[in-house]
């Protein structure tokens, strides 16, 4: 991996983590954080979506499936916080 490719991984982890951020209200986690969220989000949809058979290209495919990950770690990090709690 060369350094343009960790480049676009860490805008399109940055991007995902705030639009997640943005769409669950308020359960971002800061730059570094959001950027952490993006990027596990976006394995977590790539998995899910090859699982479903979705194919999604470009970049713009990208951000939505790291979007769509993104959301759904949030949403099972904020209910194993409510349910410790």
């Known amino acids: 991996m060369d350094l343009n490719n960790l480049a676009w991984y860490l805008l399109i982890g940055l991007i995902a983590g ?9 359960r971002g986690f800061g730059l570094v954080g959001n950027i952490i969220i993006g990027i596990v989000g976006a394995l977590l949809g790539g998995f899910l979506f090859d699982l479903l058979d979705i194919g999604l290209g470009g970049t713009l ?4 499936t790291a979007t769509v990950g993104a959301i759904i770690l ?4 904020g209910a194993t916080r409510r349910a410790r709690i």
Not at 18 to 26: C, E, I, Y
Not at 61 to 64: D, P, Q, R, T, W
Not at 74 to 77: G, P
Request: no cysteine.
């Open 18 to 26: 705030f639009l997640a951020g943005q769409f669950m209200r308020g």
């Open 61 to 64: 495919g990208a951000i939505i």
């Open 74 to 77: 949030l949403f099972l990090l």
